[in-house]
């Protein structure tokens, strides 16, 4: 509400009043747009608004969806009507050709050595399902490899152990399909992209020159993109791999059958024909919004998410899909006639994970990390957290306390693991200060 001296001012006389309400709208209309919690963002859309408006850069890209079978039943249907509703030129590949919801699914797989197929132990899932597709395991097998967590040395599952020969044949299969794109674009099926950012990031630079971009890795000496941040390779990088690849298939094969992880091989093809990584994080990241640490530094200080349009974001859920694109769609409706940003990270910190934290959550765990004491109570793990002035959250399990400095929103536990989170709200506001002071013309990764 404006104070009531202002009123009055402005009510003295007819000559005032006009002005007067002039200035109430702009103020109205400013604070609107202000990046703050705001409580429809997660409302449907209007059905004028097209989300597709805005995206005709798109047709210069072509887009694989990479996948697995214990996953693509659960987790393609979600890319339909969110992540690839606007895309005009993609695929679907995966270890098992089928079709999902009326969607095809090709075997990325088909191509590769028969030999290898036939006598390597990774290709003895693959040739189960050739052979008698999903019948050839139960359904307790499919859930219990599907449900595998992800450790730094990958998944211990025939699935996990298969997907890293199909990066190469991808890149082949991707050139050929649509070999006038500019851009190829790989993602993931837990990959949410933003191509509203995407493609103006893009538009930095020359699709005519070789570029491979997206969120750094290493693995020995190779420096690589991960995968399930989604990444950019540009036409001419793409044939410049592609046809080393396909002169030298037996040195990549034997590498392949040495290595755990395909993004990296993929990594090290590039390299080996002179493509480097542009590294590309946060545009391009490999968490969630629920698991973001926006203050963190991936790649040194000035890299923290905060500042950056976000372009993608990797591990969301297939239920949480229509919700964060509803959140997307409606910001941009709210803004078009502005003519105002993009998001950013700090967007959906303030618009999409802050309306969701409070003061303590049952049955939630907030991915605090640092394990502080044996708490006797949740009160007492909130006082341990409240006595470090740097502590943003914690969390009990059973008699465990755990603390951190991040501010993350994390995920439902079940009521078995027991956990129950909470946040020091009060340093919130503090929080986003401080993030704001360090937004200095921090608005893409460019080189």
Not at 236 to 252: D, I, W
Not at 424 to 447: G, K
Request: proline share 6%; hydrophobic share 35%.
């Amino acid at each position: 509400m404006l104070p009531k001296s202002l009123v009055s001012r402005l009510t003295r006389s007819p000559s005032r009043v006009f002005v007067g309400i002039l200035i109430i709208l702009v103020i109205c209309q400013l604070l609107s747009f202000r990046s703050e919690p705001t409580a429809d963002f997660g409302s449907r859309p209007t059905d004028e608004y097209d989300p597709c408006t805005g995206l005709e850069g798109l047709d210069d890209i072509f887009v694989t969806l990479r996948t697995g079978t214990t996953e693509a039943p659960k987790k393609l249907p979600a890319h339909y009507t969110t992540t690839l509703r606007c895309v005009p030129h993609y695929e679907l590949y995966s270890d098992f050709e089928e079709v999902i919801e009326g969607k095809h699914v090709y075997d990325v797989l088909d191509e590769v050595n028969p030999e290898i197929v036939a006598t390597h132990p990774d290709f003895v899932y693959y040739n189960k399902l050739r052979g008698k597709g999903r019948d050839a395991f139960t359904e307790e097998e499919m859930a219990q490899w599907a449900a595998v967590k992800n450790t730094n040395s990958g998944r211990d599952s025939p699935g996990w152990k298969l997907d890293k020969w199909k990066f190469l044949p991808l890149a082949d299969k991707a050139l050929r399909i649509r070999p006038q794109a500019k851009w190829f674009v790989f993602i993931e099926s837990d990959t949410y992209m933003l191509w509203k950012p995407l493609l103006a990031w893009l538009e930095h630079f020359d699709p005519s020159k070789p570029w491979y971009l997206g969120q750094q890795m290493q693995i020995g000496d190779v420096i690589f993109a991960y995968g399930g941040a989604g990444f950019v390779i540009s036409q001419p990088a793409l044939k410049k791999v592609v046809e080393h690849r396909n002169t030298n298939l037996k040195f990549y094969d034997d590498f392949t059958a040495n290595h755990w992880a395909g993004d990296c091989v993929l990594g090290k093809a590039l390299a080996d024909v002179g493509v480097p990584l542009q590294w590309a994080f946060p545009t391009l990241s490999s968490e969630e919004p629920a698991d973001t640490d926006f203050e963190s530094g991936f790649g040194g200080p000035e890299k923290q998410p905060w500042c950056y349009y976000a372009a993608s974001y990797h591990h969301l859920p297939p239920s949480e899909y229509p919700t964060f694109y509803s959140f997307e769609q409606k910001w941009y409706e709210s803004i078009i006639s502005q003519n105002t940003t993009m998001l950013r990270h700090k967007d959906v910190f303030y618009n999409y994970v802050l309306p969701r934290l409070a003061a303590e959550r049952d049955e939630w765990d907030n991915h605090s990390e640092v394990e502080v004491e044996t708490a006797a109570s949740f009160g007492a793990c909130r006082a341990a957290c409240e006595s470090d002035p740097a502590c943003m959250q914690f969390s009990v399990s059973g008699y465990t306390c755990k603390k951190s400095k991040a501010l993350k929103l994390g995920r439902r536990a079940s009521a078995a693991e027991q956990v129950k989170s909470g946040w020091i709200v009060d340093r919130i506001d503090a929080f986003t200060e401080r993030m704001e002071a360090t937004c200095h013309s921090r608005d893409w990764v460019l080189p």
